[in-house]
């Protein structure tokens, strides 16, 4: 079983910048893909990027231009980079770990591990 756990989220400025972590251990495939969700209050849970073992990036299309999506050197650690914040932007954000027979996606169904998330809040 995979464990992911968030670090990195915080109370950030309008404008600014957050690079939020995810360390990955247990049993990981190869195959499965990674990606980060977010969820504010009241919200549905929304893709923001996903990752694949060969390091193909993909961000969804609400998000193009001030995401980035990234391994770490040895791949057990995630990471988002999302410039430009607004408080459109505050939510709890997930990582999460894929099916290793699913291509990459932002339906959350195909998504079978998560991590507890981290809380991003955005102030104007």
């Known amino acids: 079983q995979v464990r992911l756990v968030e670090s990195g989220g915080g109370s950030l400025q309008t404008g600014g910048s957050l690079k939020l972590s995810c360390a990955v251990s247990g049993y990981t495939s190869g195959n499965m893909c990674m990606a980060w969700f977010r969820q504010g209050s009241g919200k549905e849970r929304e893709g923001i990027a996903t990752?694949?073992?060969?390091?193909?990036?993909t961000s969804a299309y609400s998000f193009k231009g001030r995401v980035k999506i990234s391994h770490g050197d040895a791949t057990n650690t995630l990471y988002l980079t999302l410039h430009g914040l607004h408080p459109g932007d505050t939510a709890m954000y997930y990582c999460?770990?894929?099916?290793?027979?699913?291509?990459?996606?932002?339906?959350?169904?195909?998504?079978?591990?998560w991590g507890r998330g981290t809380q991003v809040t955005v102030s104007s």
């Open positions: 990752i694949d073992m060969y390091g193909s990036a």
């Open positions: 999460a770990s894929g099916d290793p027979r699913r291509p990459c996606s932002f339906v959350s169904g195909d998504y079978v591990s």
